[in-house]
């Protein structure tokens, strides 16, 4: 059963980079789509971005030009690193995946996630 | 992109059913069949119980429905019990190949 799990240092300054680690056991990433979302507190959620299983990802309008969503095979993890933050980057991180099932021998792809990491939350301050 | 929109909260006694609207534009909801919907528990992740407009995955109780109609997409919980009380959240895939959350409904067991 896949697992994901968040990493990443809890506090960050303003006008650095956040960098946050996915790591995913008990499936290869480079067998699945892969989000980032993110909650700020006592806010709803907001969908970060995306990289396929081929590694092509896509942003979020309003985050494009700050985030970089990236995989690392060999180590079975994804990154993501969010530019010039600010206190309006402070939320809970959550990777998770996007669903696929296999019918008939080709891989169908859903639009919505059904495995979630438990989360990390990055506070952005002085 | 917008937050597709929901009501703050909605309230019901147990056993009863209750509909939780989400609306969105000809942008998203409406032009295609992917909505989904989670529950998110205080302090926890959010878990996936709708997805495709009205599949359930594998697990997911039958009192949890779906449906769509024009923008706006519903999720119905009938049989209402204590165990479903948390924040509902819609989400939809986009003409842009993004993807958009609803704004977040508290649902209350009276």
């Known amino acids: 059963q896949v697992q994901l799990q968040e990493s990443g240092p809890g506090l960050v300054k303003p006008a650095e980079t956040l960098s946050l680690i996915c790591s995913v056991s008990g499936d290869s990433i480079s067998t699945f789509s892969w989000t980032w979302i993110r909650q700020a507190p006592g806010k709803g959620l907001e969908w970060i971005g995306n990289?396929?299983?081929?590694?092509?990802?896509n942003y979020n309008p309003s985050l494009r030009g700050r985030v970089t969503i990236s995989e690392d095979k060999s180590k079975n993890h994804l990154s993501l690193m969010l530019t010039s933050v600010t206190a309006a980057d402070t939320a809970v991180y959550y990777c998770?995946?996007?669903?696929?099932?296999?019918?008939?021998?080709?891989?169908?792809?859903?639009?919505?996630?059904?495995?979630w990491g438990p989360g990390t939350t990055v506070t952005v301050s002085s | 992109q917008s937050v597709l929109t929901q009501p703050a909260s909605v309230s019901g006694s147990a056993g009863q059913s209750i509909t939780i609207s989400c609306t969105g534009s000809s942008s998203d909801i409406s032009d295609f069949k992917y909505v989904s919907w989670y529950q998110q528990s205080p302090g926890k992740a959010p878990k996936l119980l709708i997805f495709d407009v009205t599949q359930r995955p594998s697990g997911i109780s039958r009192r949890y429905s779906g449906s769509k109609s024009g923008t706006t997409a519903s999720l119905t919980i009938s049989g209402l019990q204590a165990e479903d009380e948390a924040d509902y959240y819609c989400?939809?895939?986009?003409?842009?190949?993004?993807?958009?959350f609803g704004s977040g409904t508290k649902v209350t067991v009276l």
């Open positions: 989400s939809s895939f986009t003409t842009s190949s993004t993807y958009v």
């Open positions: 998770a995946r996007v669903a696929q099932e296999e019918v008939a021998f080709q891989t169908h792809h859903y639009h919505c996630f059904d495995v």
């Open positions: 990289i396929s299983s081929s590694g092509s990802a």
